[in-house]
């Protein structure tokens, strides 16, 4: 029996994961602030998730079309405990990833930029 999108879209996140350690949770977040498909944790709310990637994708690119600075490709937030990225997946998705402190995010942004690629053919 084939995979539902939604199925491979995790199935894309897990991946994601497993081959960048640095990675510890992800998912896949309409602009309306839906979730698509995750691979969080216990604990982490998929709603809360959901909700606060679209209000950041949706106020970083306001930020960036009001400021000149183009077409939105990222926003990151760092704590001192380590990172939420959020990369869009096409225009009607964004990927969110919480990333160790340690990371290396030259790396972690070149894998999230792939999944991101094969996750737009899922959207």
Known sequence: MAKSRTELMVDRL???QS???DIEASAVVSVDG???ASSLPAGVEEDRVSAMSAAMLSLGDRIASELGRGELD?????GDS??????????EAVLTALV???AKL???????????DDLEKLV
């Open 14 to 16: 897990r991946d994601l």
């Open 100 to 102: 160790r402190e340690s």
């Open 74 to 78: 990222q926003v990151y937030i760092r």
């Open 19 to 21: 081959g960048t350690p």
């Open 34 to 36: 839906l979730i698509m």
């Open 106 to 116: 030259g790396l972690v942004f070149l894998d999230m930029k792939r999944a991101a």
């Open 82 to 91: 380590g990172f939420v990225i959020l990369m869009s997946v096409g225009e």
